[in-house]
């Protein structure tokens, strides 16, 4: 299972975990995005990110806090399309719980 970005990234977006993650598997738009995307299908599961985010943003899917469940799918939507995802986390984030 990979791991996913959750809800502590946004408008943080430190990037520890992009300079640790062995197979740069971790994107986003500087100037577009509030967060940062794990891609799903790249991650190896190797867990070396989780530990360096310094607000706990990032967890393996299988242990994300139900009330951040469904970035699991938007770290995966960014991928196939980003506009769509950067909506999601606005709404997320600015009250569209
Ligand atoms: Fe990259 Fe490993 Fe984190 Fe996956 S678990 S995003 S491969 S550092």
Redesign the pocket.
Known sequence: M??VIAEPCIDVVDQA?VR????A??HFDAGKDRKLY?DPDE????????PVCPVEA?YDEFDLPTAWRKYADIDALWYRDPEAARARVAALKDGGR
């Not at 640790?20 to 197979?23: A, G, H, I, S």
């Not at 991650?43 to 989780?50: F, L, M, R």
């Open positions: 990979p791991f975990c640790v993650c062995p197979v598997c971790i794990i991650c190896i599961d190797c867990g070396a990110c989780e990032i």
